[in-house]
């Protein structure tokens, strides 16, 4: 049997941010998996807050250059590349002077989510999916955490669907607490629109909240699990009453091998 290949979309990892539920379970889960023999690469935006020195980040110039045109404007794709040595582990990085050169996360130091952090999303999640074409890796799951990542499913199933690298992938979405306050954008959905995209397909998002941008991410996935202990209770409601394939959030002992276990089922 050919090794399941996994792909890791992250909102967060540590060492490069904090440590928090999801850097953790973004730094450590895909090494327990790695362990258990599987193949697996890893992917989390090159944030300005990122020590590009301290954790030896280098360009990886046969994946850059690439141009993604969003709201009709280009914005060039750099890929980066570290090691954790400790774990034989690869991260990627997706970067951009325009989204991701501010030396902060989602927000500001006053805490104000940033205005264009919808359009980090969508940079983000098709970074990713076109930086895996040019790997020619072709998943057999993709896990994604955090809601930057949510767009991932609508891409794989409504506009990389054609792609015969992503022809039999299965999509499994984490839920976690870490809602955003205001609104994205009033004109997120209309950004999302690509050529297999219609308006109806990106409904759910007419108003771009937490609990609707979480519950579009859960309609495109084959999977759903809670990342951590509490989380949006309309979002909760939502997947309970969706009846897709679900694990409820697991403790940091056993979190690793339930979820590869979970992989087999998805």
Known sequence: ?????????????????????????????????????????????????????????????????????????????????????????????IDNEDYFQRKAVLHDDDGKEFEDNDERAVFFARGVLETVIKLRWAPDIIHCHGWLTSLVPLYIKKYYYNDPLFKNTKLVYSVYNDDFKQTLDPKFNEKLLLEGITTDDVKMIEEPTFANVSKMAIDYSDAVIQGTETINADVKKYIKDNEKLFLDFQPKETYIDAYNAFYDKV
């Open 1 to 93: 049997m050919e090794k399941k290949r996994i792909l890791y979309i992250s909102q967060e990892i540590t060492p490069y941010l904090p440590e928090s539920e999801m850097s953790e379970i973004g730094r450590y889960l895909p090494q327990g998996v790695q362990e258990q023999g599987r193949e697996i690469r890893t992917f989390m935006p090159r944030y300005g807050c990122v020590n590009e020195r301290r954790n030896q980040l280098h360009e990886v110039i046969r994946l850059s250059g690439m141009n993604l045109v969003i709201n009709d404007a280009d914005h060039p794709l750099i890929i980066k590349v570290a090691s954790i040595q400790a774990a034989r582990m690869q991260v990627y990085f």
